[in-house]
Nanobody, 126 residues
Framework: QVQLAESGGGLVQAGNSLRLSCAAT????????MGWFRRPPGKEREFVAS????????RYVDSVKGRFTVSRDNAKNTVYLQMNELTTEDTAVYYC???????????????????WGPGNEVTVSS
């Protein structure tokens, strides 16, 4: 089984940047699409970004397009989320997930991912 662990979150002022990492251990993630989701306070988990196996296809929710960049380093078994121009609306717990291949669900559906990290909190102050 694969274990995922997010890191890099914290408290930051609006307008600043953070880079989240999602390190995988136990098994390689190089053959899987990986996704980033977030759960804002009091809200449901929502899709943020995804990246395919070789990084040639990335997708984003409209609210982060142009500000966030998802990337991966398969040699390090790690996926990243570079977050620039952060706003208070980006405050959330961020999760990375590994895609499952049993059902063909949309990339922005959390059920398309079967292994998750414990989450990493990002707080953006005004």
């Amino acid at each position: 089984q694969v274990q995922l662990a997010e890191s890099g979150g914290g408290l930051v002022q609006a307008g600043n940047s953070l880079r989240l990492s999602c390190a995988a251990t136990g098994r390689t993630i190089s053959t899987k699409t990986m996704g980033w989701f977030r759960r804002p306070p009091g809200k449901e988990r929502e899709f943020v970004a995804s990246i395919n196996q070789d990084g040639s296809l990335t997708r984003y929710v409209d609210s982060v397009k142009g500000r966030f960049t998802v990337s991966r380093d398969n040699a390090k078994n790690t996926v990243y989320l570079q977050m620039n121009e952060l706003t208070t609306e980006d405050t959330a717990v961020y999760y990375c997930g590994k895609e499952q291949t049993y059902w063909n669900l949309p990339y922005n559906d959390w059920r398309q991912y079967d292994y998750w990290g414990p989450g990493n909190e990002v707080t953006v102050s005004s």
